[in-house]
C-alpha cells in the first residue's frame, strides 16, 4: 500500500436537522490531487473545512501522514488553504500576503524574502510585491493565495472553489497552472468543486458526493464509463435515459439486443443509460425512430438533439462533417454503437 | 457570491451609463435644484451668516477681536473643556461600545443583534433633562445606587463626588456614546471577512496572533473615525449640559446658549457667532478625518 | 452524554465566557438608571407603596395637549418636505446614472459636520423675520439636520434594488412613465422612505437644542421646563417615552429590514 498522506475516516457532521456530512471517508496518497466534485449543499466544503480544521465534526478522525490530528487546532495542522475569493489580507501588500505563514513560523527575514520570491516567481507574479489585493485582477488574487498557502511547504493542500468567482477563460488558463505548481511540487492536494469539466481535467481521482455522502471515487476514466450509482451517471458529462423492457439480462435499444449491466436480477421497466458519442445517428434510413430538435455545433462534433416517438430527449454525438445536412425537423435513424449499457430502474 | 448593490454589478453598455432616461432627458442637473436650494438657503446661509458676523465689530467693520476673545478666559477655559470633555468621552464611549459591538457579533444571533440594534438607536437618541433624570435617581444624592452603596459603608458624596461635576457628565454621556459606537463600529466589525479569520488561522496564526496582525490593524481606522465621531458628538453636546450643570462647568454650547438667551455685554454683540465658529471649526477638525475614513474603508466593507 | 459532547460542551461556553461577561456588565450599566429611574418613578410618595401615579402626571399638565400639537404639526412638516425634497431627488440620482452622486453625497454629510448649536445662532441671524415668526421654520432646519441620515437610509435602500435596469425593463415592456412609477419604482422605494421618514419623525419627536434656542416651545422643550417642578413625574415621563421609543423601534426593525445583507454560506 502506498503511503497514504491524508486518511479520514467516519466524519459526520450534523446542523440541527440537516445532515451536511454522513460517514464520510477518504485516502489521498502522497502527492495525489483529488476532487470532491457535488452540486450546492453536498458537504464538500463542509468536509474539507473540516480536514482544516476550520470546523469540528461530530465523528470520525483526520489522519495526517499517520498522525491523528481530529482535535488539534487549525493553526497547528500545517496544511494550506485557498479560498474561493476576498482571502488576501487587505492592508498587506502580495509580498507580505504571502510571508505571512512563514512569519508565523519564525522564518528569518532573509529566508521569509528568498522563499517569497521563489514563489512569487512560480505563480507569475514576480513583479507584484507590492501591489495590494484590491489592485489585482480576480485570477491574480488567487495566484497570490495560491502562492501564500504553497510557500510554507505544507503537507497537504486544500483548494475550496478557487475558481468559481473568476471568468471563463481565466478558470481555464488557472486550473492548468494549479495542476503544474501541484505536479512540480508533489503536493497533496484536496479540491473542492461544483463544475465536473474541472474536476475530471486536472485530477488524479474524483470523489462524487451528493446530499452527505460520498457516491463514488475513482480516476476521471471509471467515473465516466463505470458511473456507480445513477446521481453520478448524470452528473458526469451528459447521459441518455432512455426506457426499455427488461427480461433476461437483457433489453432492447433501438432495435438492437443489449447487455444489461447491473439490471441482471430483476426484470420489468428500465432506463438504459447511455453516453451521447455512444449514439449513432443515421440521416439516410427508411427506418427512422427520431426526429431531429436541435443541432449544436462544438467544432470537430456537433451535438443532436432529436425526440423519439414516446418523447424522450436523446442527445447524441457526431462529426460535424457528416451533421451538415441535419436541421430541425430532419428525421434520423438512431442507434446504439455498444453492445452492453448500464440500466437504472430510476 | 451575492451580489447585493448595484454599485457592485458591472452592467455595461451605454444603457446603463444614460441610466433610464436614455434618449428621454439629457442628464441635467435640474432635479437637483430643489435640494440644493433648500441647502443653500436653510443651511450655507446661516452657516456663512455667522461666519461672517464672527469678523465683524460692532460697527460692521472687519475684526479679528472677536475671535481674539476666545482665547481668553471664560471662552478659552470653556474650550478647553468642551475639547476635553469631548477627547474623554470619546475613549470613555469607544472602547466599550467597541467590546460590546465585539461581544455581541460573537454571538452572533440575530435575535440578539436585533434586540441590541433597536436599544442602541433608542439610546443614542437619548439625552438632555429625561437622561439627567434617570441618572439622577440612580446617581444623585438621594440615588438608588449612591443609597445602595452608603449602606455598605461608601459614601461617594461624602468623598467629594457629584453627578453636577465634569466626572459626573463623562458618566452620563456615556449613556448615549456607548450606545453610538455600538452602531457605527459594527458595519466595521462585520466588514471583517471570515475569509480572513480562516486563512489566517491556516496559516499558522493563533487567535491573538489574528488579532494582533490582522485583525486589529485593519479596524484601527475605522476605530478611530468612530473615535473622532463621539469627540464630536461630546463636544457639541447641548441639552444634557444643560441639564446637569447649573453654569458651574464652563462649556462652548452652554456659553453660546447663554448669549443667545439675551446676556450678551455691551461690546461684544458679535461673541456669540464667534464662538459658533470656534465650534464649527473644531468639528471641521475632527468630522473631516471621521468621513474621509469612512469612505475610504466603505470600499472595502461592500459585500 | 459522551465525553466528546462534554468536550464540545465545555469549549463552547469557555470560548463565550469572556463575551458573555462584556455583555453582562454592559447589561448592568444600561440597567441600573433604567431600573433607578423606574423604581423612582413608581414610588407613590413618602410611604413605601408603589403605584403608577407618576405616570399620569405629564398629561395632567396645562400645555400638554398644546405643546403635544406643536412639535406633531412641526414633524409632520418635516416629514412632507422630506418626502417632497429628499425623495424625488435621491430616486432621480438612481435612475438617471448617478453623474452627480459625489456631490449630492458631501451636500448631505455637511450638516453633520457642524453642530447644531452652531447651525442655531446662524439661523437667528440669517431667517428672514416671517420665518422666524413662525414655529414652523423648525420644520426646514429638522430636514437639514436629519439629512445625513434620510440621505444615507434612502440612498442605501434604493440601491439594494437595480432601479434603472427595472424602469428600462417596464419602460421597454410598455408601461408609461406614470405606470412604471406607481407599480414598479413606488412599491420597490417604499421600505425606503419609510426609514427615512422614521428617522425623521425620531429626529424631530426628541429634538431640543434648536427649538430651545431659537426659543419656541416644542413638546421636549416644555417637558423641559416643566420637569422642575415635578421630578418623579418628570422621571416617569423620561422612563415612558423610552420605553414606548424602544418598542417602536423594535418592531420596526421586524417589518422593515430586508435589505440587511446575508452571508451565505456553501454546503
Known amino acids: 500500500m502506498s503511503q497514504d498522506s491524508l486518511v479520514v475516516k467516519g466524519l459526520s457532521r450534523q446542523f440541527g436537522t440537516v445532515h451536511a456530512l454522513k460517514e464520510f471517508d477518504i485516502n489521498i496518497p502522497k502527492g495525489e490531487l483529488v476532487a470532491l466534485l457535488g452540486p450546492s449543499g453536498c458537504g464538500k466544503t463542509t468536509a474539507l473545512r473540516i480536514i482544516a480544521g476550520l470546523e469540528k465534526s461530530d465523528t470520525g478522525s483526520v489522519m495526517l501522514n499517520g498522525k491523528v490530528i481530529t482535535s488539534d487546532a487549525a493553526h497547528k495542522r500545517n496544511m494550506g488553504m485557498v479560498f474561493q475569493a476576498y482571502s488576501l489580507f487587505p492592508h498587506l501588500n502580495v509580498a507580505e500576503n504571502v510571508s505571512f505563514g512563514l512569519q508565523m513560523r519564525k522564518v528569518s527575514k532573509d529566508n521569509q524574502k528568498k522563499r517569497v520570491d521563489t514563489i512569487l516567481e512560480l505563480v507569475g507574479l514576480n513583479s507584484h510585491h507590492k501591489r495590494f489585493a484590491h489592485q489585482l485582477s480576480g485570477g491574480q488574487q488567487q495566484r497570490v493565495a495560491l502562492a501564500r498557502a504553497l510557500v510554507t511547504e505544507p503537507e497537504v493542500l486544500l483548494l475550496d472553489e478557487p475558481l468559481s468567482a473568476l471568468d471563463a477563460q481565466v478558470r481555464t488558463n488557472l486550473r492548468e497552472e494549479i495542476r503544474r505548481l501541484q505536479l512540480s511540487l508533489g503536493t497533496t492536494t484536496l479540491f473542492v468543486t461544483h463544475d465536473q469539466e474541472e474536476a475530471m481535467t486536472i485530477s488524479d481521482r474524483v470523489g462524487v458526493m451528493n446530499s452527505g455522502s460520498l457516491e463514488q471515487i475513482d480516476t476521471p476514466d471509471v467515473l465516466y464509463n463505470n458511473p456507480a450509482t445513477n446521481f453520478v451517471a448524470s452528473f458526469v458529462g451528459v447521459m441518455n435515459k432512455i426506457s426499455s423492457q427488461l427480461s433476461d439480462g437483457h433489453i432492447e435499444v433501438f432495435g438492437k439486443r443489449l447487455k444489461a449491466v447491473k439490471g441482471e436480477k430483476s426484470s420489468g421497466t428500465v432506463y438504459a443509460l447511455i453516453r451521447p458519442e455512444a449514439i449513432n445517428v443515421k440521416t439516410n434510413t427508411s427506418n427512422p425512430n427520431a426526429k431531429v430538435l436541435t443541432r449544436s455545433f462544438l467544432g470537430a462534433s456537433s451535438n443532436i438533439v432529436s425526440q423519439l416517438s414516446d418523447g424522450t430527449i436523446v442527445q447524441s454525438l457526431m462529426t460535424s462533417s457528416g451533421s451538415g445536412e441535419l436541421h430541425p425537423g430532419s428525421t434520423v435513424e438512431l442507434e446504439v454503437t455498444t453492445s452492453e449499457v448500464l440500466v437504472t430502474h430510476d | ?303 | ?267
Open chain 2, 1 to 303: 457570491m451575492k451580489h447585493s448593490t448595484t454599485n457592485n454589478v458591472d452592467v455595461k453598455g451605454a444603457l446603463a451609463n444614460k441610466g433610464a432616461f436614455h434618449g428621454f432627458f439629457s442628464p441635467s442637473p435640474l432635479p437637483l435644484l430643489p435640494l440644493s436650494l433648500f441647502f443653500l438657503i436653510f443651511f450655507l446661509w446661516p452657516i456663512g451668516a455667522l461666519t461672517g458676523n464672527a469678523f465683524k465689530s460692532n460697527e460692521g467693520a472687519f475684526t479679528f477681536s472677536n475671535i481674539t476673545m476666545l482665547f481668553q478666559d471664560p471662552y478659552r477655559l470653556a474650550f478647553k473643556n468642551s475639547i476635553t470633555l469631548g477627547l474623554i468621552s470619546g475613549f470613555v464611549g469607544a472602547l466599550p461600545g467597541l467590546a460590546i459591538a465585539m461581544a455581541i457579533e460573537k454571538q452572533g444571533s440575530q435575535t440578539l443583534k436585533k434586540f441590541i440594534a433597536s436599544i442602541s438607536g433608542v439610546l443614542a437618541n437619548t439625552g438632555g433633562v429625561p437622561l439627567a433624570f434617570m441618572f439622577l435617581a440612580a446617581f444623585g444624592p438621594a440615588g438608588l445606587v449612591i443609597s445602595a452603596l452608603k449602606s455598605v459603608g461608601i459614601d461617594l458624596y461624602g468623598l467629594g463626588f457629584t453627578l453636577f461635576s465634569f466626572t459626573g457628565l463623562v458618566i452620563v454621556y456615556a449613556y448615549f456614546q456607548i450606545p453610538i459606537m455600538v452602531i457605527v463600529v459594527t458595519p466595521a466589525l462585520s466588514s471583517l471577512r471570515k475569509e480572513w479569520k480562516d486563512s489566517a488561522a491556516n496559516l499558522g496564526a493563533s487567535k491573538f496572533q489574528y488579532w494582533k496582525k490582522v485583525g486589529l490593524p485593519i479596524l484601527m481606522p475605522s476605530f478611530f473615525a468612530c473615535y473622532l465621531l463621539l469627540f464630536a458628538s461630546a463636544f457639541s453636546a447641548f441639552a444634557t449640559a444643560r441639564a446637569l450643570t447649573v453654569g458651574n462647568i464652563a462649556l462652548v454650547p452652554l456659553q453660546i446658549g447663554s448669549l443667545v438667551d439675551g446676556n450678551v455685554t455691551i461690546n461684544q454683540a458679535n461673541l456669540g457667532y464667534a464662538l459658533a465658529f470656534g465650534m464649527i471649526v473644531i468639528s471641521l477638525i475632527a468630522m473631516i478625518p471621521y468621513i474621509w475614513i469612512q469612505n475610504r474603508t466603505a470600499k472595502w466593507q461592500t459585500r
Open chain 3, 1 to 267: 452524554m459522551d465525553s466528546e459532547s462534554h468536550r464540545k460542551m465545555a469549549d463552547t461556553m469557555r470560548k463565550n465566557s469572556a463575551s458573555n461577561l462584556v455583555l453582562i456588565i454592559a447589561g448592568m450599566f444600561l440597567f441600573f438608571p433604567l431600573y433607578a429611574a423606574a423604581e423612582f418613578s413608581l414610588r407613590n410618595g413618602a410611604d413605601k407603596t408603589h403605584g403608577f401615579a407618576a405616570y399620569r402626571w405629564i398629561f395632567d399638565q396645562s400645555g400638554f395637549a398644546e405643546n403635544i400639537g406643536i412639535t406633531f404639526r412641526v414633524t409632520l412638516l418635516a416629514v412632507v418636505l422630506n418626502l417632497l425634497i429628499m425623495v424625488p431627488t435621491v430616486t432621480w440620482l438612481h435612475l438617471s446614472g448617478q453623474r452627480y452622486k459625489r456631490l449630492v453625497e458631501i451636500l448631505t454629510i455637511l450638516p453633520l459636520i457642524i453642530p447644531v448649536v452652531a447651525l442655531a445662532t446662524g439661523a437667528q441671524l440669517a431667517m428672514p423675520e416671517f420665518m422666524q415668526n413662525s414655529v414652523y421654520e423648525l420644520s426646514f432646519f429638522y430636514v437639514v439636520v436629519a439629512m445625513p441620515y434620510t440621505y444615507r437610509a434612502l440612498d442605501i435602500g434604493l440601491a439594494a434594488h437595480p432601479l434603472a435596469t427595472l424602469t428600462n425593463a417596464a419602460r421597454s415592456l410598455g408601461a408609461s412613465w406614470l405606470k412604471t412609477f406607481t407599480t414598479v419604482v413606488a412599491p420597490t422605494i417604499r421600505p425606503s422612505i419609510l426609514a427615512a421618514l422614521f428617522l425623521m419623525v425620531a429626529l424631530s419627536l426628541g429634538e431640543f437644542t434648536l427649538a430651545q434656542l431659537l426659543h419656541w416651545s416644542t413638546f421636549p422643550v416644555w417637558v423641559t421646563n416643566v420637569s422642575q417642578q415635578n421630578i418623579v413625574g418628570a422621571t416617569a415621563l423620561a422612563i415612558g417615552s423610552l420605553f414606548f421609543a424602544w418598542v417602536l423601534l423594535f418592531s420596526f426593525t421586524f417589518i422593515g429590514k430586508k435589505n440587511s445583507t446575508i452571508v451565505t454560506e456553501e454546503g
